[in-house]
């Protein structure tokens, strides 16, 4: 099935670097959303993004909802230990009156932080 | 508990054989979603279910795939004469309902091994 493109696939940073990822589609989503995903468990979301242009906070984490409707990314700054993981893009789209299906997915960023 | 359970946590399988997996989502939840997490990929949507409706089955992989959801609330993602390809994380996710900004909350996969 399809998926979007995620980069990079993996990041090895020192504990207080900033992190940057991003996500691009070649079609139109109407939701942007990013999860993390520790070893052995599902997906946890991290933020959610529902308009073209928007830029949402989430305590260190920052994320934008690209103005084509085709890209995000996510930031991460001053990162700690705990942010070890993979983060995972996913998109969205609606229908008519409201109703949505299934997450379209990213590979994947495993984020390796060195102390 | 109140998050979505999975079981079981782990399957080995030999090829050939049938599998049944379970997904109990957050009681009230009215959708229900089916993904599949290959090993280094990201996560594959496969069906969803709004009440016990399925309405697009497009996305299972292959005939071999069925799922069923009974009472609104518990699905069984079953996979008959199962191959190596099989092998993968299965995950299932809750949410409210169908809309763009209900959060689907993930469970913690099912591990499937077919030798």
């Known amino acids: 099935g399809q998926q979007l493109n995620q980069s990079p696939q993996s990041m090895f940073i020192q504990e207080g670097e900033d992190v940057s990822m991003n996500c691009t589609s070649s079609?139109?989503?109407?939701?942007w959303l990013w999860y993390k995903q520790d070893p052995g468990e599902g997906p946890v979301l991290l933020i959610a993004?529902?308009?073209?242009?928007e830029l949402t906070s989430n305590g260190r984490l920052t994320a934008q909802f690209g103005i084509t409707r085709k890209d995000s990314f996510l930031n991460i700054s001053a990162s700690i230990p705990s942010d070890v993981g993979i983060y995972f893009c996913?998109?969205?789209?609606?229908?008519?009156?409201?109703?949505?299906?299934?997450?379209?997915f990213g590979k994947g960023t495993h984020l390796i932080i060195q102390p | 508990g109140a998050g979505v359970s999975q079981s079981p946590s782990n399957k080995v399988t030999e090829k050939g054989k049938d599998v049944e997996l379970r997904c109990d989502p957050i009681?009230?939840?009215?959708?229900l979603y089916w993904y599949r997490q290959s090993l280094g990929q990201g996560l594959e949507f496969l069906i969803y279910?709004?009440?016990?409706?399925?309405?697009?089955k497009s996305g299972l992989p292959s005939d071999r795939f069925s799922a069923e959801r009974t009472g609104g609330s518990v699905s069984t993602l079953t996979i008959q004469r199962t191959q190596q390809e099989d092998s993968a994380v299965y995950l299932c996710?809750?949410?409210?309902?169908?809309?763009?900004?209900?959060?689907?909350?993930f469970g913690p996969g099912t591990r499937l091994t077919v030798l």
């Open positions: 996710a809750s949410s409210p309902g169908l809309l763009l900004n209900n959060e689907q909350f």
């Open positions: 079609s139109i989503f109407n939701t």
């Open positions: 993004l529902y308009k073209a242009g």
């Open positions: 996913a998109g969205q789209r609606g229908y008519s009156g409201g109703g949505a299906d299934g997450l379209t």
């Open positions: 009681s009230g939840h009215t959708a």
């Open positions: 279910f709004q009440g016990n409706s399925a309405p697009d």
